[in-house]
């Protein structure tokens, strides 16, 4: 616990198959040695919220957004709602062991990626990009007009900068209810200006290698 008092920051938004899913093929360019990524199961949900206060932990370098480090996650109950929705996604290692999520929901007719996360020591081997093809390729196989979208911060190089690597655009003028989300943020606590609005859409994918 920090001897500071944590800036506050918005809290996390909230929106049973018994057979195993199948597994989802990661990014068909990634090597053999990419840890597996499947639907999360029911099970999986207590482990996701250390998972994001793991990744979180590298928002400590940045000052202005220090307080991340130790705010807020999704719960497990929040996770579980993605689960029984079938829009949860989870990335393990050659131990079986979760070292990375995606949860989302839908929203309109978007699918909304509520939060991506990849457990700090994980980081750095592709599992973000794996996460996200597995949610691409969902957008695709339900041809859903809205896209993926998602919010997030501007500046940091792991946020808006790594998703226009991946084939997201800014949207300018979000739709309502994604602009709500964006006003909310910043009326929680966020940095002005600092947040932005993503979208990816099927045959908008251009990949920066």
């Given at each position: 616990m920090s001897s500071t008092p944590a800036r506050s920051f918005p809290a996390r938004w909230?929106?049973?198959n018994s057979r195993r899913p199948s597994p989802i093929p990661a990014d068909p360019a990634a090597s053999r040695s990419t840890p597996a990524i499947r639907p999360a199961r029911p099970g999986d949900a207590a482990f996701l919220p250390a998972i994001e206060h793991s990744a979180a932990q590298r928002f400590a370098t940045i000052p202005a957004l220090a307080g991340l480090a130790t705010g807020d996650v999704m719960t497990a109950q929040a996770h579980l709602a993605c689960i029984a929705e079938g829009t949860c996604w989870v990335a393990q290692d050659d131990t079986g062991m979760i070292v990375g999520f995606l949860s989302a929901?839908?929203?309109h007719d978007s699918l909304?990626?509520?939060e991506l996360s990849v457990r700090r020591e994980s980081q750095g081997q592709g599992l973000g990009r794996a996460l996200l093809h597995a949610a691409m390729h969902q957008v695709r196989q339900s041809r859903r007009m809205g896209g993926l979208t998602l919010t997030t911060f501007r500046d940091v190089a792991w946020n808006?900068?790594?998703y226009r690597a991946m084939g997201f655009v800014d949207m300018d003028t979000p739709p309502p209810w994604l602009?709500?989300?964006l006003a909310e943020e910043i009326?929680?606590?966020f940095p002005a200006r600092s947040r932005c609005a993503m979208r990816w859409r099927p045959g908008e994918e251009i990949i920066r290698k």
């Open positions: 909230i929106t049973t929901r839908t929203q909304h990626i509520l808006a900068p790594f602009g709500a989300l009326a929680g606590g």
